[in-house]
């Protein structure tokens, strides 16, 4: 994974960071040096770094010290995304303490300010003589969380969901309702202009979306339109998070659409999660002038208050993780193929979206 000759440089991106342990000295472990090497390295911050604030109401609130900070620039990540629903959960104050923070110590960002417009802003960073731009939205959006003129807060894509009675309950009580979602037309446009403006001035531009429906692998009609979106108006990249579970791997137009990388630390007991939670992979790939080549898979697995741990996808969990992905990825057109202690992936186009009500694995 190390960075190549000019024109080219490699990226490798991990999952959703919660990070709050009694140390941050080799709190990614056996990662870091494949974080340390790559030319970009990525991650989603799904916590504030911050003591002061004050605590949300009704709401599974997650937060970490500053100290946690010294993690991330261990593994030298280049871009982090702060577009997510727990950057809020101690407020404003909290949200700005952890912006100061990451400006301090050098951390690139996208996705959250103190108003919108710096929420909407890119992340720019030049690597093996490409320059490389990220936004970050999320359409997970806890009330009051959306940064507005003057309004500290996250870069929000809003999104609407309808249910429809599709059969006569008097004949079949219990049917669930079709559950139908779509991005709000006004954000969604919001999101292709601020698109088009980066790729104008980038090499590649990756474009991260917290996404989709918590603890369930299926992929929501919403996350398919704004992946395509995104890629229709100039992405190379679209990344995504925050179902804490892994979906599958889609190609647009020739770009790759990661829906969800899984949990990659996270340091809290949530009562819903199960095994599936622990499941997790590393996205990596090479950035040409021609976009994206060699996209691959790397398992890891992420056990509660621990070191993320690489695995193999030849046995054990590793191959479960695998076998996971080959299933998921199919029914999007994307073949899998193993090659040594990394997974492939083989380009296809995905099918139109079909719908369907979103399966749990526990409840909420």
């Not at 990614?28 to 911050?50: I, T």
């Not at 690597?127 to 939205?137: C, D, E, P, S, V």
């Not at 994206?292 to 790397?298: A, G, S, Y």
Request: proline share 6%; charged share 20%.
């Amino acid at each position: 994974m190390a960075a190549r000759s000019a024109l080219q440089t490699t990226l490798l991106a991990g999952g959703d960071v919660a990070i709050n342990r009694l140390r941050a000295r080799g709190a990614f472990g056996a990662l870091a040096p494949l974080f340390q090497k790559a030319g970009v390295a990525f991650v989603n911050l799904e916590v504030p770094l911050s003591r002061g604030g004050r605590p949300q109401v009704e709401k599974i609130l997650l937060r970490g010290a500053p100290e946690m900070v010294n993690a991330l620039t261990e593994a030298r990540f280049d871009a982090l995304s702060t577009a997510n629903n727990h950057m809020l959960d101690y407020g404003d104050e909290a949200l700005l303490d952890t912006l100061a923070l990451l400006e301090e110590r050098g951390l690139s960002y996208a996705g959250a300010g103190p108003h919108l417009a710096a929420a909407r802003r890119a992340a720019v960073i030049e690597r093996g003589g490409l320059k490389i731009g990220l936004l970050a939205f999320s359409s997970i959006i806890p009330r009051g969380f959306s940064a507005g003129p003057g309004k500290p807060g996250i870069n929000p894509l809003r999104v609407h969901t309808a249910y429809e009675t599709w059969r006569d309950v008097n004949e079949y009580p219990g049917t669930l309702p079709k559950v139908s979602t779509w991005a709000d037309p006004e954000d969604l446009g919001r999101m292709k202009r601020d698109i088009r403006a980066l790729k104008r001035r980038s090499d590649a531009v990756i474009v991260y979306h917290h996404w989709g429906t918590s603890m369930t692998h299926r992929i929501q009609d919403f996350q398919t339109e704004i992946a395509h979106a995104s890629i229709d108006a100039g992405a190379d990249l679209v990344l995504g998070g925050h179902a804490h579970v892994l979906q599958g791997v889609a190609f647009h137009k020739g770009v790759p659409i990661v829906y969800s990388m899984g949990n990659l630390i996270f340091d809290f007991h949530i009562p819903f999660f199960t095994d599936s939670s622990k499941q997790a992979f590393l996205f990596g790939c090479d950035f040409t002038k021609k976009g994206v080549q060699d996209p691959h898979l790397i398992p890891c697995w992420s056990g509660d208050f621990e070191k993320p741990a690489l695995l193999s996808p030849q046995r054990g969990r590793g191959k479960a993780i695998a076998s996971l992905m080959h299933g998921l990825c199919e029914p999007l057109g994307t073949r899998i193929e193993i090659q040594g202690e990394r997974v492939a992936l083989i380009p296809g186009e995905a099918p139109e979206p079909s719908g369907g009500t979103a399966v749990y694995f526990g409840k909420k």
